[in-house]
């Protein structure tokens, strides 16, 4: 098997586990009663592992430049926990607005401003959660395992 593609073939699970849980918990938070759970969450998981997967590892390197940018005296796993913080609310954001767009039709704009803000902040303790799961945990594991060329 070629090594780029066993590399990658690690990271799916974590980053479906992720994608998964987060779009589960928001499709559920913002389910109306009429809405079956698994076509609402279905539909939130296939845009966020189309589109949302593909551009975090873009907003990943954005957040990252800026960071070490701006904080250059700052030790080394200070950043590391700031950018998974950051990526956790920013990749969030954006799923709590396109998981409530999908599956809502709203009339008004505070009412869909609401659903948003509370999908956002059920789903939040989960993905700070993976941010430090990520940063303490699976990122170093992970980069012993890229860096090993046996692996």
């Not at 990658?8 to 389910?31: E, F, K, R, W």
């Not at 080394?76 to 799923?95: C, T």
Request: glycine fraction near 4%.
């Amino acid at each position: 098997m070629q090594l780029k593609l066993k590399k990658a073939l690690v990271l799916l699970p974590i980053m479906l586990s992720l994608i998964g849980t987060i779009t589960g918990i928001m499709s559920y938070v913002n389910l109306a009663p009429e809405q079956h759970f698994l076509q609402a969450w279905l539909n939130a998981f296939v845009f966020a592992f189309l589109v949302m997967l593909p551009s975090g590892a873009l907003i990943f390197a954005a957040i990252h430049k800026l960071v070490n940018s701006l904080f250059v005296r700052m030790p080394s796993l200070y950043k590391k926990l700031l950018q998974g913080i950051l990526m956790a609310v920013v990749m969030e954001s954006i799923l709590a607005i396109v998981t409530t767009a999908i599956n809502h039709d709203f009339g008004s704009i505070s009412h869909f401003t609401t659903t948003v803000i509370t999908s956002f902040l059920y789903a939040l303790p989960i993905g700070l959660g993976f941010a430090c799961l990520m940063t303490f945990v699976l990122h170093p594991k992970l980069e012993t395992f890229f860096t090993d060329p046996q692996a």
